[in-house]
DNA sequence: AAACTAGCCTACCATATGGTAGACAGGAGT
DNA sequence: ACTCCTGTCTACCATATGGTAGGCTAGTTT
C-alpha cells in the first residue's frame, strides 16, 4: 500500500518521493529501497523507470530545473509587488519574495537546490547549464538597471550568486538557525524575508530625493 | 607507506585526513577504509583513536571550530585593516577578511562548516553550540555598532546569518562559480573578496558628511 | 624477567547497497 | 487465440561498509 495517497503517474511520484529525501538526507544516504518504500514500490520499478540512481538524479535535477524556473519567470512576468515607484527594484523584490514562497511551499526545492551544488559534477553542472537562459536574462536585467541608474553598481555575477547564497541560506539553514535558539516557523519565515528584503534595499538601492 | 609525509600523533592526521575528506566528497560517502588508507593506517587503527565514526566527526567538529575562532578571535583582537576611520567598521571588515584568508589557506575547513550543517543534528548543533561564545559577543559587537550608529539597524541574529551564508557561499559555491563561467582562481577569490565587502559596506555603513 | 600497555594489524561479520535476471499479470493489437 | 508490451515483482549478486574479536610487537613498568 502507497504510503501517499497520490493517482500521478509512477515516474513522477518517484520524482517526487526522491526530491523530498535527497533535499533532507542527501543523495548518498537516500537508498532506492528508500525511495521505494515512501513511494509504495519496490527498488526493482524505481530501476524500472530510472534505469540508475544517478539517471534519477539527473531527472530530477531537470524537473526541479523547470519548476523553478516556472516559479521565478511569472513572478517576473507578472511582479506581485505593492504599488511602485521603481519598476527595476520591484523586479527584484519580486523573485526574492518568489524564492521565498517556494521555500514556503516547497523546501525540498530550496534543499535540492544545495544538495546539488554539494554533489558536484555532472548534477551541478547539468543544474546550471539548465537554469542558463534564466541566468542570461538576470545579467542583462541587472545590467540595465544599473546602466538606467536604479541600483548601485556591482558585478552582475558577484550579486546573483552573493543573493543566491544569501536567500538559499536564510531559508535552508534551519539547523543553524534552531541552534541559535531561533524555532523555524511560518512567522519566523516571514520575518526572515522582509530582512532580507530589507538588506538588499539598503545595499543595492540607490535612494533618489 | 603514510600517503603523507607527517610526524604529527597519529590521532591529528587522522582528523586531516577526515577533514579533508569529509569536506570534499561528505561524510557519508567517506568510508573509514579511505581515511586510513590516506592517512596510511588500516580502518581498525581509525577506530582505535575514534571509537566509530560519528566519534570522529564530533571530535573533528570541535577542533575545527577551534581552529576557526583563533583565526577569528586572532583577527578581532588585532584587526589588520588598513588606515581608518572607523574602528567598528574595521572590525567586520577584519573578520571577512579572516574568512576568506581561511578559506584561500584551509578550504576544507569552510567546507566542513556546510557539510556539517548538512548534516544536522547532532553535529551541527554541537558546531553552533561550540561556536556559541564568538556569537555571543558578535551580537554584543554588532549591537554595539548599530546603537554608535556606525552601521545601519537590522537584527544582529539575521545579519550574521546572512553573512555567514554570503561568504561561506561566495567561497565555497567554487562548482557553481565553474558553471558560471569563472574559473576558480587566487585571483577571483580575491575579486570575490573585494566584491563581498563592497557589497557589505553599502548595506551596513552609515555615510557621514 | 615477567606483566602490562599502546598502537597497529588480519580476520571476520552482519548488513545494506546499486544493479541484473528473469518471471508473472494483465491489457492491447493482430 | 496468440503475441507483445508495460509495469510490477521476487530472487539473487558482488561489493562496500561500520564495527567486533583478537592477535602480534615493541617498549615501559615493576
Request: proline fraction near 5%.
Amino acid at each position: 500500500m502507497p504510503t501517499s495517497v497520490n493517482s500521478n503517474p509512477t515516474d513522477q511520484r518517484i520524482l517526487d518521493g526522491a526530491l523530498e529525501l535527497f533535499a533532507d538526507r542527501g543523495f548518498e544516504a537516500t537508498s532506492l529501497d528508500l525511495i521505494g518504500k515512501v513511494v509504495g514500490i519496490s527498488k526493482q520499478s524505481v530501476l524500472y523507470w530510472f534505469p540508475s540512481k544517478e539517471d534519477l538524479l539527473m531527472a530530477l535535477v531537470d524537473r526541479s530545473v523547470d519548476d523553478l524556473s516556472l516559479a521565478l519567470e511569472d513572478s517576473l512576468e507578472n511582479p506581485r509587488s505593492p504599488s511602485g515607484r521603481d519598476q527595476g527594484w520591484f523586479k527584484i523584490e519580486s523573485v526574492v519574495k518568489a524564492v521565498f514562497r517556494v521555500s514556503a511551499k516547497r523546501p525540498e526545492l530550496i534543499g535540492l537546490l544545495r544538495e546539488i551544488s554539494r554533489l558536484g559534477p555532472p548534477a551541478s553542472s547539468r543544474l546550471v547549464e539548465r537554469f542558463d537562459p534564466l541566468l542570461t536574462r538576470a545579467y542583462a536585467f541587472l545590467d540595465g538597471e544599473m546602466d538606467r541608474g536604479t541600483i548601485k553598481r556591482h558585478e552582475p555575477k558577484f550579486l546573483l550568486l552573493a543573493t543566491y547564497s544569501m536567500v538559499v541560506g536564510m531559508v535552508s539553514e534551519i539547523e543553524l538557525l534552531r541552534a541559535m535558539g531561533e524555532e523555524p516557523s511560518m512567522r519566523s519565515l516571514v520575518k526572515r524575508r522582509s530582512d532580507v528584503l530589507e538588506f538588499l534595499r539598503s545595499a543595492l538601492l540607490i535612494e533618489r530625493d
